[in-house]
T-cell receptor, first 117, second 110 residues
């Protein structure tokens, strides 16, 4: 089945530094990947849609200069949290489809737990 | 806009009890419907799906039927196990993405 790999699974960084999170589709090509942030009490928030070879589409309220997304190949999207602050601490999850269309499910990475101290 | 509403948890059950987690969706178009499960510390995994009215998705003893007349996709399992303890998300397809409910945490006690 389709596998999405996310790395690292956990990262601790100091306030003011930047952190890069990678999302890879291991056995399929993904022209589009999605980045979510999961808040306490489970709620999932779509942050942005990553498009291979073009700019990401950000959801309202998400700072594109803070959350930099690069989708340089059909199997890799990266999310960089720049100048991280403690309030950026969260669980970040990426996902992608191996088949086109709304009928096909999203496949999720295992998430990255970011802690900013 | 499109939305998904699912019952708030947490839900605590004893092993072998019957499970129902309610989910309703806004009826814009004819979306595909999904249930995802998230085990502690992990990402989301697809549990089951249904793509049209009256379809029944099933997996690992879980079932959900796409009910167009009630715009519902309730998740059921006849006999839960401790290993079913997780957070369950209902979702609908929408313009290339998925819209999720807020998740329902299930705890199953031995």
């Amino acid at each position: 089945g389709a596998v999405v790999s996310q790395h690292p699974s956990r990262v601790i960084c100091k306030s003011g530094t930047s952190v890069k999170i990678e999302c890879r589709s291991l056995d399929f090509q993904a022209t589009t990947m999605f980045w979510y942030r999961q808040f306490p009490k489970q709620s999932l928030m779509l942050m942005a849609t990553s498009n291979e070879g073009s700019k990401a589409t950000y959801e309202q309220g998400v700072e594109k200069d803070k959350f930099l997304i690069n989708h340089a190949s059909l199997t890799l999207s990266t999310l960089t949290v720049t100048s991280a602050h403690p309030e950026d601490s969260s669980f970040y999850i990426c996902s992608a489809r191996d088949l086109p269309g709304d009928n096909s499910p999203l496949h999720f990475g295992n998430g990255t737990r970011l802690t900013v101290t | 806009g499109d939305s998904v509403t699912q019952m708030e948890g947490p839900v605590t059950l004893s092993e072998e009890a019957f499970l129902t987690i309610n989910c309703t969706y806004t009826a814009t178009g004819y979306p595909s419907l999904f249930w995802y499960v998230q085990y502690p510390g992990e990402g989301l995994q697809l549990l089951l799906k249904a793509t049209k009215a009256d379809d029944k998705g099933s997996n690992k003893g879980f079932e959900a039927t796409y009910r167009k007349e009630t715009t519902s996709f309730h998740l059921e399992k006849g006999s839960v196990q401790v290993s079913d303890s997780a957070v369950y998300f209902c979702a609908r397809g929408s313009q290339g993405n998925l819209i999720f409910g807020k998740g329902t945490k299930l705890s199953v006690k031995p």
